[in-house]
């Protein structure tokens, strides 16, 4: 076993004498021809003999509490096969929707919040039951509201400690030029394609779930620990996953019922949640306000900043959106305060999204800074330019790598922007107005635990394993590079297994975390292949070059098959973040551009093209990174211009919980994006050298995107999504 902490920034490990020519590489996909093929297995599809359907029964209103649970009609449907409201292990869950029983506590948090379960032989008995069951509450008067829902000032929930440098008020009393605005985002849904399926069998006291999850490492601990029995008793698979976005990152209350379920029943039982149901029992993003407050001279170098927030959560979680995440590294600037404020509420959770923090942080951060530029009258890239930080300026940490000012540079050249014309709602093209907008982007890097198996088998194929996740972003090819480079094959010669618990514990696919942390725990399992090679060769591990399935020292060529003689070579790896992690300030970055056209009637607005340029330490592979972006960039667009996730004030619904009425981003909104990448290992971010990709794109997006409007129209937009209505008054004469 190789165990490896990041605690200095020397990187003497197998990537240095890579010659594979594999990492890094535009490769495609390599479970792409399953999934285009329909051939690749979801958590839903696999349908074992006895198969039972389990549908969710959700509380009728959000505040109260439950007095009785009747299900005597439901249980008298034929096919019906039980039903669960009286089992103490439904509590579960960690900040998702959780299940509760009859007994116990019996408060209700939120509407759809679950209280019981059909199982069936179909799945439309089970549909038709469930609507049958009775629950009679005691329901009390909600907080729907979170323009009127009660702030508390000084949460004790979320992760995100607040900062307070030197006196706000001071300096904005003091200071030549001060701004002072407020911008809000709506909730947002995660939105991934796959619904949220879970396929849950026992075999004995073992039990197995098939489930659509993130994070199957954790998800095993947290079903153990819903259900009172030993991690080791459980087995979570998840092959491929059809998107995440931050909503399958927990587990969810059904994940838990359906493994009750069938145990009760001793038969396999299958869930797929309604995408209804999945704002009700799968946590959003909450709504925001915002508060930016900037101190500068007239040249606009700062002297205090100031970003504070308020998002929203339910008495049952201890989630709360980081608002200012992203702004806390970004500018300089001696006085800072960046807070999260709460207001509590009777909705459903709110959890991780897309970016949680930075994607909503960095609209309203990115705005107010393009706004002072106009009220400065300097070129909004320069103001940036001009407070950018010689290292962090809220911890005083030096950076791990931080290339903003290039990408600055690199993407004003490629998207033209010394050609754009500063006055507002000035260009025209017919009768559509033409604008285009920038913004930074900056997502904060993570590095976790990771775990991996490499096997170098006797055929001189190379087998991967750990329990990472796929969820669209590649890792099955970035892990097979990894290993290809260090081991001096291509990546077709390597075979990666992922989503089972049964193998090494590695980070999941969250917070970005995903590609770095797993591929370092390749990286050192493969230099455990390497030191036993070297025995083999009679040299140094430094002496060795291994290219095209052959390993060189000393004069000596030798195919690695010949060198494995007949048994498998077994390496074991583990990175963890270390002191690195501690010392340094790390965040991946970047810098968005886009072009929109409004139309000077109606306020439609399309974007025309979007460009950004990236810093993400070593790219791992260049077109699942850049997909990534894309990904992220596209979220910009479509939290910018449509998401947004309704509540009826009056009862804790939301209005438009499905993809008919909640606007995400499709094919027709979107124009070519252009992403390229400025590349500079990041030795102390993991073995690698990879900062976060995923969620990187979002941030900063949406704004660019408001930033381009502007300029278009000369219309500001501090509330999103801009729709028509929020800019037909402000647009000028046609
Ligand atoms: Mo991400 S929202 O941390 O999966």
Same mark, same amino acid.
């Given at each position: 076993?190789?165990?490896?902490?990041?605690?200095?920034?020397?990187?003497?490990?197998?990537?240095?004498?890579?010659?594979?020519?594999?990492?890094?590489?535009?490769?495609?996909?390599?479970?792409?021809?399953?999934?285009?093929?329909?051939?690749?297995?979801?958590?839903?599809?696999?349908?074992?003999?006895?198969?039972?359907?389990?549908?969710?029964?959700?509380?009728?209103?959000?505040?109260?509490?439950?007095?009785?649970?009747?299900a005597?009609?439901?249980?008298?449907?034929?096919?019906?096969?039980?039903?669960?409201?009286?089992?103490?292990?439904?509590?579960?869950?960690?900040?998702?929707?959780?299940?509760?029983?009859?007994?116990?506590?019996?408060?209700?948090?939120?509407?759809?919040?679950?209280?019981?379960?059909?199982?069936?032989?179909?799945?439309?008995?089970?549909?038709?039951?469930?609507?049958?069951?009775?629950?009679?509450?005691?329901?009390?008067?909600?907080?729907?509201?979170?323009?009127?829902?009660?702030?508390?000032?000084?949460?004790?929930?979320?992760?995100?400690?607040?900062?307070?440098?030197?006196?706000?008020?001071?300096?904005?009393?003091?200071?030549?030029?001060?701004?002072?605005?407020?911008?809000?985002?709506?909730?947002?849904?995660?939105?991934?394609?796959?619904?949220?399926?879970?396929?849950a069998?026992?075999?004995?006291?073992?039990?197995?779930?098939?489930?659509?999850?993130?994070?199957?490492?954790?998800?095993?601990?947290?079903?153990?620990? #819903?259900?009172?029995?030993?991690?080791?008793?459980?087995?979570?698979? #998840?092959?491929?996953?059809?998107g995440?976005?931050?909503?399958?990152?927990?587990?969810? #209350?059904?994940?838990?019922?359906?493994?009750?379920?069938?145990?009760?029943?001793?038969?396999?039982?299958?869930?797929?949640?309604?995408?209804?149901?999945?704002?009700?029992?799968?946590?959003?993003r909450?709504?925001?306000?915002?508060?930016?407050?900037?101190?500068?001279?007239?040249?606009?170098?700062?002297?205090?900043?100031?970003?504070?927030?308020?998002?929203?959560?339910?008495?049952?979680?201890?989630?709360?959106?980081?608002?200012?995440?992203?702004?806390?590294?970004?500018?300089?600037?001696?006085t800072?305060?960046?807070?999260?404020?709460?207001?509590?509420?009777?909705?459903?959770?709110?959890?991780?999204?897309?970016?949680?923090?930075?994607?909503?942080?960095?609209?309203?951060?990115e705005?107010?800074?393009?706004?002072?530029?106009?009220?400065?009258?300097?070129?909004?890239?320069?103001?940036?330019?001009?407070?950018?930080?010689?290292?962090?300026?809220?911890?005083?940490?030096?950076?791990?790598?931080?290339?903003?000012?290039?990408?600055?540079?690199?993407?004003?050249r490629?998207?033209?922007?010394?050609?754009?014309?500063?006055?507002?709602?000035?260009?025209?093209?017919?009768?559509?107005?033409?604008?285009?907008?920038?913004?930074?982007?900056?997502?904060?890097?993570?590095?976790?635990?990771?775990?991996?198996?490499?096997?170098?088998?006797?055929?001189?194929?190379?087998?991967?394993?750990?329990?990472?996740?796929?969820?669209?972003?590649?890792?099955?090819?970035?892990?097979?590079?990894?290993?290809?480079?260090?081991?001096?094959?291509?990546?077709d010669?390597?075979?990666?297994?992922?989503?089972?618990?049964?193998?090494?514990?590695?980070a999941?696919?969250?917070?970005?975390?995903?590609?770095?942390?797993?591929?370092?725990?390749?990286?050192?399992?493969?230099?455990? /292949?390497?030191?036993?090679l070297?025995?083999?060769?009679?040299?140094?591990?430094?002496?060795?070059?291994?290219?095209?399935?052959?390993?060189? #020292?000393?004069?000596r060529e030798?195919?690695?098959?010949?060198?494995?003689?007949?048994?498998?070579?077994?390496?074991?790896?583990?990175?963890?973040?270390?002191?690195?992690?501690?010392?340094?300030?790390?965040?991946?970055?970047?810098?968005?551009?886009c072009?929109?056209?409004?139309?000077?009637?109606?306020?439609?607005v399309?974007?025309?093209?979007?460009?950004?340029v990236?810093?993400?330490?070593?790219?791992?592979?260049?077109?699942?990174?850049?997909?990534?972006?894309?990904?992220?960039? /596209?979220?910009?667009?479509?939290?910018?211009?449509g998401?947004?996730?309704?509540?009826?004030?009056?009862?804790g619904?939301?209005?438009?919980?499905?993809?008919?009425?909640?606007?995400?981003?499709?094919?027709?909104?979107?124009?070519?994006?252009?992403?390229?990448?400025?590349e500079?290992?990041?030795?102390?971010?993991?073995?690698?050298?990879?900062?976060?990709?995923?969620?990187?794109?979002?941030?900063?997006?949406?704004?660019?995107?408001?930033?381009?409007?502007?300029?278009?129209?000369?219309?500001?937009?501090?509330?999103?999504?801009?729709?028509?209505?929020?800019?037909?008054a402000?647009?000028?004469?046609?």
């Amino acid at each position: 076993m190789t165990e490896q902490a990041i605690d200095t920034a020397e990187r003497p490990g197998g990537l240095k004498r890579a010659v594979q020519g594999q990492l890094g590489a535009p490769l495609p996909r390599i479970e792409g021809p399953l999934k285009v093929t329909g051939t690749a297995n979801y958590a839903f599809e696999d349908a074992p003999a006895n198969v039972a359907y389990l549908v969710v029964v959700g509380a009728p209103v959000g505040a109260g509490t439950i007095i009785a649970i009747d299900a005597t009609a439901a249980e008298g449907v034929p096919g019906v096969l039980t039903v669960i409201h009286d089992d103490p292990r439904m509590m579960a869950g960690e900040g998702n929707s959780r299940a509760m029983p009859s007994q116990g506590s019996r408060q209700i948090f939120h509407v759809g919040q679950p209280v019981a379960a059909i199982v069936a032989d179909s799945l439309a008995v089970a549909r038709e039951a469930a609507a049958l069951v009775r629950v009679d509450v005691d329901a009390r008067a909600g907080r729907y509201d979170f323009a009127d829902a009660p702030v508390d000032e000084t949460p004790a929930i979320g992760f995100l400690p607040s900062v307070t440098k030197g006196d706000l008020d001071l300096a904005m009393r003091d200071a030549a030029v001060t701004f002072d605005a407020t911008y809000s985002t709506p909730a947002h849904f995660p939105a991934a394609l796959e619904p949220h399926a879970t396929l849950a069998w026992w075999d004995g006291d073992e039990l197995t779930v098939r489930t659509s999850n993130q994070v199957i490492g954790a998800a095993r601990g947290t079903i153990a620990t #819903a259900l009172g029995i030993d991690a080791a008793k459980v087995r979570v698979l #998840a092959p491929f996953v059809g998107g995440g976005f931050g909503g399958k990152t927990g587990v969810g #209350a059904e994940v838990v019922l359906a493994a009750i379920a069938a145990q009760r029943l001793g038969r396999p039982v299958k869930v797929a949640l309604p995408r209804r149901d999945t704002a009700y029992l799968v946590h959003h993003r909450s709504e925001t306000r915002q508060r930016i407050r900037i101190a500068c001279d007239h040249d606009g170098h700062i002297s205090a900043i100031a970003h504070e927030g308020v998002a929203y959560q339910n008495d049952d979680s201890g989630f709360l959106e980081p608002i200012p995440f992203g702004s806390i590294p970004l500018y300089s600037g001696d006085t800072r305060v960046f807070r999260t404020a709460l207001a509590r509420v009777d909705l459903p959770p709110t959890g991780a999204v897309r970016a949680p923090g930075e994607a909503i942080g960095t609209f309203a951060i990115e705005c107010a800074m393009d706004e002072l530029a106009e009220q400065l009258g300097i070129d909004t890239i320069e103001l940036r330019r001009r407070n950018e930080p010689a290292c962090d300026p809220t911890s005083s940490k030096p950076f791990s790598t931080r290339r903003l000012l290039d990408c600055y540079a690199e993407g004003a050249r490629r998207f033209g922007w010394p050609d754009r014309v500063p006055d507002p709602g000035t260009t025209r093209d017919g009768e559509w107005l033409i604008g285009i907008g920038m913004a930074a982007a900056l997502r904060g890097n993570f590095t976790v635990e990771a775990a991996a198996n490499v096997r170098l088998e006797p055929s001189g194929r190379v087998t991967v394993e750990t329990d990472m996740t796929d969820i669209g972003t590649g890792t099955y090819t970035i892990l097979a590079q990894t290993a290809g480079e260090v081991l001096g094959v291509t990546a077709d010669q390597v075979d990666v297994r992922i989503g089972d618990t049964n193998y090494p514990k590695s980070a999941g696919s969250g917070g970005s975390f995903g590609a770095g942390s797993a591929c370092a725990a390749v990286l050192l399992a493969c230099e455990d /292949v390497l030191a036993e090679l070297a025995l083999r060769m009679n040299a140094a591990p430094e002496e060795l070059v291994l290219r095209d399935g052959c390993v060189t #020292a000393g004069g000596r060529e030798v195919p690695l098959a010949e060198l494995a003689r007949g048994e498998p070579i077994e390496g074991r790896g583990k990175s963890s973040p270390g002191q690195q992690a501690k010392r340094t300030s790390q965040a991946s970055h970047g810098a968005h551009f886009c072009e929109v056209a409004v139309n000077g009637v109606t306020g439609e607005v399309r974007v025309r093209r979007m460009l950004g340029v990236f810093d993400v330490g070593r790219v791992l592979n260049q077109k699942t990174a850049a997909n990534q972006i894309i990904g992220g960039m /596209v979220w910009g667009i479509s939290y910018a211009l449509g998401e947004a996730a309704v509540v009826d004030t009056r009862n804790g619904r939301f209005v438009n919980p499905d993809f008919g009425e909640y606007h995400v981003a499709v094919n027709a909104d979107v124009p070519q994006i252009d992403v390229h990448f400025i590349e500079e290992i990041d030795d102390a971010a993991n073995q690698v050298g990879a900062k976060g990709v995923g969620e990187l794109g979002i941030s900063g997006a949406g704004a660019a995107v408001i930033n381009a409007i502007h300029n278009a129209t000369g219309v500001r937009v501090r509330d999103v999504p801009a729709t028509l209505d929020t800019l037909l008054a402000g647009l000028p004469p046609v």
